[in-house]
């Protein structure tokens, strides 16, 4: 009974390039969470979505970041042209029904450093 | 707007001592409240949860929060300190039926043997 899985762990990107996040929910979930982590900070909500759907982006930057979650695969979070004040960490998480906090299981994290 | 304050950033205590987190936070209506455990390089673990009733919650791995309305705070406490208790601990609010909580920034336990 895998927990959700995030990939990479650590990422590494020169300032200007492109970073991608993975997200793969728990079996049978099919609402995705994404969060960020800035240092010394709490987690901040980023982007909700279902299979093939965005249901609230309130929490993402305007420009450079997307996310999608295809209705096979993992939920993507891109960012392009990465810069240093994106160097967090970003959790995922997932849940069975649109529910509340409770019923979110977090993944451990990608923590991506902008050099 | 709702808002989570947690005043330390960094808690010490020796194995086997007790145990008290700070949580206050600010919202119009009761809140929903939580408690989770960040162990390094790890995601968030739910340790407990407040939504109504017995304003004294219990958790898993020993822990138990006390939700004070008259102060707007959710206090973690444990009896006795483990070593591997040794993590950053969050505290969240929510509003009823959403799922966008408000974190604190966190609070650094440091278990000495």
């Known amino acids: 009974n895998a927990g959700v899985m995030q990939n990479p762990r650590h990422l590494v990107r020169r300032r200007g390039q492109e970073a991608r996040l993975r997200c793969s929910p728990m079996?049978?979930?099919?609402?995705v969470y994404w969060y960020r982590q800035l240092p010394e900070e709490g987690l901040k909500f980023m982007v909700y979505l279902q299979k093939e759907n965005i249901i609230d982006e309130s929490g993402m930057p305007k420009e450079r970041f997307s996310a999608e979650f295809p209705k096979e695969g993992p939920s993507i979070l891109r960012i392009q042209q990465v810069v240093r004040g994106d160097s967090a960490a970003y959790f995922c998480a997932s849940s069975p029904t649109s529910g509340g906090t409770d019923t979110q299981y977090f993944g451990p994290g990608t923590r991506l450093t902008v050099l | 707007a709702q808002s989570v304050t947690q005043p330390d950033i960094h808690i010490t205590v020796s194995e086997g001592a007790s145990l008290e987190l700070r949580c206050n936070y600010s919202?119009?209506?009761?809140?929903?409240l939580f408690w989770y455990v960040q162990s390094p390089g790890q995601g968030l673990q739910l340790l407990l949860k407040y939504f109504s009733g017995d304003t004294l919650v219990q958790g898993i791995k020993g822990f138990e929060a006390e939700f004070k309305r008259s102060q707007s705070s959710f206090n973690l406490r444990k009896p006795s300190v483990h070593w591997s208790d040794a993590a950053e601990y969050f505290c969240?609010?929510?509003?009823?039926?959403?799922?966008?909580?408000?974190f604190g920034r966190g609070t650094s336990l440091i278990v000495h043997p």
């Open positions: 079996k049978g979930h099919s609402h």
């Open positions: 919202y119009g209506a009761t809140p929903y």
């Open positions: 969240a609010v929510g509003a009823r039926g959403s799922y966008i909580p408000t």
